[in-house]
C-alpha cells in the first residue's frame, strides 16, 4: 500500500520526520456514525430539504486561500448532488482567488512569479483529498513533484541574528547543532520541559509564546517558534492561540503533563477520521499516490494557479451551476415566512434571490457585514487577518544564492536594525522549481504591519526586498524582473481565545439562520490550501447528509456523538483541525478536547 495512502506507514513517515515541518490534519473522530452513502439524503432530511445552494466565493477581503475553498464547495456540490442548483457569488471578474500565476516574458523565457500559494503537500489525509480533486481534474500529467531528497525539501534556514542557521532535520541533530546561535537554548528547554509545572485548571487558552515559554523557555519561542508562525500565519507568537495552533500539546499538557513525553509515547499520528478519509479515498488514488511517492512538495506546470482554473473550467460545463462573476454582494438575510428562507440581495438592486441554502467562504468579518444587524456575530467580526507584502524577484545569473533550500524564515527576536523592512521570510522559488536564472520571493510586514493605514508602493516594495536580500544574502545584482503584490488580509490569525469565538459564531449562526448558512475557508479551521479544500468538502458533504450546518459543530464545547478513545487512553470529544507542525515542535496526532471540522460523512470516491 502506498505511504501517502496507509496510515500506518504514513505513521512511520511522520515520526520518523518529527523536527520537519509539515502539516497534519486532525479532525473530527466518527465514533457512533454509521457510514451510509448519502448522496440522495438531499431530497428527504428532516432539517432542511436542499433545494438551491449559493456559495460565496472569492473573498471581500484578499485571502492566501479563500477563493480556492468557494471554487471547491461549488464544485464538490456539482459532482455529489448534481440536482441542486449552485450559485456561485464571486466578487472578483476572475475565479481562484489568490492562486495566482503570473506569467513574464523575458530574455530567458516565460518566467512565472507566484503571487499567493506555490507549493502543496501531499501526504496528509487534508493532502490526500486534494490529490483526490486533482485526480478527478485530470490534472496529473500537469503535475510538478519535488522530491523529498532535494535540498529544498531537506534545507529550512533561520536568519538568526545576523546569519542563516540551517534548521536540523532530526531530533537526533537537535542534540548535534548545540553551537548554532538558533538552537541555543533548545536542547535544556527540551530536557526541563518534562519537570514544568502543568498549567493552572482554569487556564483556558494562552498565546503560544507564553505557552512554548512556559513549558521550553523563552529563546525557544522567540528564535524559533516564531519564525515558524512567521512562515505559515505571517503572525505574532505573542497573539495566536496555543490551544487552537497546537491542540496536540494544549491537550498533552493537560492529561500527560508534558509535551516531550506525549510526542515520544503517541504512536498515533492521525485521528480516526484522517483514517477514514484516507480509506474513502484509496481505491481511487492508489495510481496517481505510487507516482507522487517519495514527493515533499508539488505544484503544476503552468503554476498552482492550474488547480482554481481547472475548478473554474468543470464548474463552466456543470448544468447545474450558475457563476456570477464581478458580484457585489448587498447582504445576506434569513426569512421565515414560507418558501426559501435565505435571502441574497445584490449590490445595486433590491430584488432578493432566495436560495435554502448559503455556503459562506467569504472572510469572517465579511460575512458578518453583510447580514442585517439583528442577526450579526461579534465572533464572527473579531476574527483578524494580516497583510503580507509578496515581492517575487528574478535574476539572470543562475545560483544566486549562497545556500540551497527552501528558504529562511526570521524570527520576531531578530532586532530592527537587522530587519527595518520587517520581513517574514525569503523563498528560494528556483530551488525548489528550476528555472534559468535566480527566482526568489521576498514576504513582508505580517502582524508586524497591523493597523497600519498605508503600505509601501509597488516600486519601494522592491527596493525594500532588495536591501533584505543585500543585507541578508549578499545580493547585489539588479533582478531582470520584479513583481509586487500587497496581500491585503490574507491570512486570518487564530489569536488567544479563537475557539470559544468560533463556539459562540456557532451558536449565533445556528440560532440566526437555523443551520441554513453554513461557513467555510481559512477564517475557522486551517489556514492551508489543503485545509481549505477539505473544508469546503467536509461542509459539503455534511450539509448534503444533514440538510442544516454552520460549518462550525466542531468548536461546541460538548460533542458526546464524537467520543472516542486516544492512544493515551483519555476521552476525546471530538476531532481536531488541521494544524501545523515544525521544528521539532509536533502537533501530529491531536485526540485532545479539541474542536473538531465539521462531520464528514463518506461517500466513497470523493
Ligand atoms: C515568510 C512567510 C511565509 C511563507 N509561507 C507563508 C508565509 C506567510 C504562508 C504559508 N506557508 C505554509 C502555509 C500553510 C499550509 C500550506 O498551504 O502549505 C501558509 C499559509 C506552509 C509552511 N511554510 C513553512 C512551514 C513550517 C509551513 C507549515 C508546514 C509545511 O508546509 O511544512 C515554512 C516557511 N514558509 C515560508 C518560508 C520561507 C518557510 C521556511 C523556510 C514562506
Redesign the pocket.
Known sequence: MHPMLNPQRHRLLMLSSLS????ICFSRTTHGHPRTPQRHLHRTTPTGTIESVAVLGSPYTSC??GGITGLSAAWYLSKLAPSIPVTLYEKLDRLGGWLNTKRVESEDGTIQFEQG?R???PWTASGLVTIDMIRQLDLEKELILISKNTPAAKN???YFPDRLNQ?PSSLLSVLLSPNLPVMKGVLTGILAEPFRKRRPADLTDESVGSFVSRRFNKALANNLVS??L??????DIDQLSAKSLFPRFWTAEEHQGSLMKSALSNKIIETEDDQTTRAELHDDNVGICTRMEGTS?YSFKNGIEALSLALARELRESPNVTIKLGAKLGNIDYVKTQGLPINITEGGSNKPVSYSHVISTLFAPSLNSLLPTTLRSPSLASVQAVT?LVVNLYYRTPNLLPVQ??????PKSVPGSENPEK??????DSDTIPSPGTKV?V?MG?HYWQGRASYPDKHEAVKMARTVLRRHLRIAETPALTNATLQRD??PQYTVGHDERMENAHEDLLTGFKGRLSVAG?SYL???????VRNARDVVKGLLSGGSLTGLEGFKAESPTFAAHSSLGQTVRNTIR?T????GISTRNTPSTQKSRVTAIANKGM
Open positions: 520537519r515541518a509539515s502539516s492566501m486561500c500559494p507549493t502543496i503537500r529550512r534556514f533561520i534548521l519564525a515558524g512567521h512562515g505559515i500565519y505571517a503572525g512538495v503580507v533550500g527552501f528558504g529562511y524564515l526570521i520581513a517574514l521570510g525569503v523563498i528560494f520571493t514576504m505580517g490574507c491570512i481559512n486551517g489556514v492551508g490550501l489543503n485545509d481549505c488541521q501545523p507542525r515544525f521544528y
